[in-house]
């Protein structure tokens, strides 16, 4: 049983920046791909970034390209999604997300369908 926990969300003003964080519990992570996925009120599910085992292949949804950076510290078992340059449009519940389909395939997905794990989610409010 693998378990999510995410990190690091709250209230920034516009412009601003935050670091969410993604570790886990029940197994090791390392050779699986880890996806961030949000879901602001009255909206779909929206996968922002992914980063497959080893670093190998990180994808950006085209809404925070250049704003978000992805990365993983396999010693400390962190995924972490650098936020930067935050929008109020950004204003979202975040989660990380894996699944047993992503074990050292390299690559990964932005399609929140492609993940059976979920963590519990943080809130992200950018608001002036």
């Known amino acids: 049983q693998v378990q999510l926990v995410e990190s690091g969300g709250g209230l920034v003003q516009p412009g601003g920046s935050l670091r969410l964080s993604c570790t886990a519990s029940?197994?090791?992570?390392?050779?699986?791909?880890i996806g961030w996925i949000r879901q602001a009120p009255g909206k779909e599910r929206e996968g922002v970034s992914c980063?497959?085992?080893?670093?190998?292949?990180?994808y950006y949804a085209d809404s925070v390209k250049g704003r978000f950076t992805i990365s993983r510290d396999n010693v400390k078992k962190i995924v972490y999604l650098q936020m930067n340059n935050l929008k109020p449009e950004d204003t979202a519940v975040y989660y990380c997300?894996?699944?047993?389909?992503?074990?050292?395939?390299?690559?990964?997905?932005?399609?929140?369908?492609?993940?059976?794990?979920w963590g519990q989610g943080t809130q992200v409010t950018v608001s002036s």
């Open positions: 997300a894996t699944g047993w389909d992503t074990f050292y395939t390299g690559n990964c997905a932005l399609d929140p369908y492609e993940y059976e794990y």
């Open positions: 980063i497959s085992n080893g670093a190998i292949n990180t």
């Open positions: 029940g197994s090791t992570l390392d050779y699986y791909a």
